[in-house]
């Protein structure tokens, strides 16, 4: 069964950091490039970051940038996005997702979120 389980969210202060996790099962995590993505209330779901299956190609949208960083561990089979300096803009539910190809509409796999959410 595949799986794909974020954790680490949760309530912090304008400023302050978290990092989310997301561990992976039941599919071949180091030929799948992954994703992180997030949706506010009321608004549509978009990609926030990307790192390739093996060489580290990363992708950040331009509202993260030099604030957020994905890495990945392939023996744990864990992705992981630390997120500093969080505005309370960044509160949203955040999924992490799997493509063979790169990160974009078509994610193989998906989890099933966990909340992040910054007080001002």
């Known amino acids: 069964e595949v799986q794909l389980v974020e954790s680490g969210g949760g309530l912090v202060q304008a400023g302050g ?3 989310l996790s997301c561990a992976a099962s039941g599919f071949t995590f180091d030929a799948h490039a ?3 993505f997030r949706q ?6 978009e990609g926030v970051s990307c790192i ?3 060489n580290g190609v990363t992708y950040y949208t331009d ?3 030099g604030r957020f960083t994905i890495s990945r561990d392939n023996a744990k089979n ?3 996005l630390q997120m500093n300096s969080l505005k309370p803009e960044d509160t949203a539910v955040y999924y ?10 078509g994610m193989d ?7 992040v959410t910054v007080s001002s």
């Open 78 to 80: 864990t992705v992981y």
């Open 52 to 54: 390739s299956h093996s």
């Open 40 to 45: 506010a209330p009321g608004k549509e779901r």
């Open 17 to 19: 950091s978290l990092r």
């Open 63 to 65: 509202s993260v940038k």
């Open 34 to 36: 992954i994703g992180w």
């Open 109 to 115: 796999y998906w989890g099933k979120g966990t909340l």
């Open 96 to 105: 992490c997702a799997a493509t063979l190809g790169w990160c974009g509409v």
